[in-house]
């Protein structure tokens, strides 16, 4: 059997200014998630988040985010990083349009 956690989530973090923390806090989430389910490895799919925040100076923590997610996926076996930024249009929106959702579901 196989356990699969697929995470859509960051941008609250970049816009927070909490890109610094977020590799540490969701290794220590996913970690907390196998011991409370008590249901062995759980692999993960992180949908990185957009590159929206990446050359806006309101987010300096956005590319932060999106390198901690990369980093998660290089530094833990069985976890993938699906590529967004090709997924929120030609006008890089923070969340992807209904064609990127659909490709997502694709992959």
């Known amino acids: ?15 927070n200014g909490w890109g610094d923390e977020y590799a540490a ?12 389910l008590a249901l062995g490895k759980i692999n993960v799919v992180i949908t990185r988040i957009s590159d929206f925040g990446t050359e806006n100076k309101k987010y ?8 901690a997610q990369k980093q998660l996926v290089k530094d833990n076996k ?16 923070l969340q992807f349009d209904k064609k990127g959702i659909a490709r997502i579901g694709e992959l």
Do not use: C, H, Y
């Open 1 to 15: 059997d196989t356990i699969v956690l697929f995470w859509m989530q960051g941008e609250s973090d970049a816009k």
């Open 25 to 36: 806090s969701f290794k220590r989430f996913v970690t907390n998630l196998e011991k409370d």
């Open 60 to 67: 300096p923590d956005w590319q932060n985010v999106r390198d």
């Open 78 to 93: 069985g976890w993938i990083l699906i590529d967004t930024d090709d997924k929120n249009g030609k006008l890089n929106k």
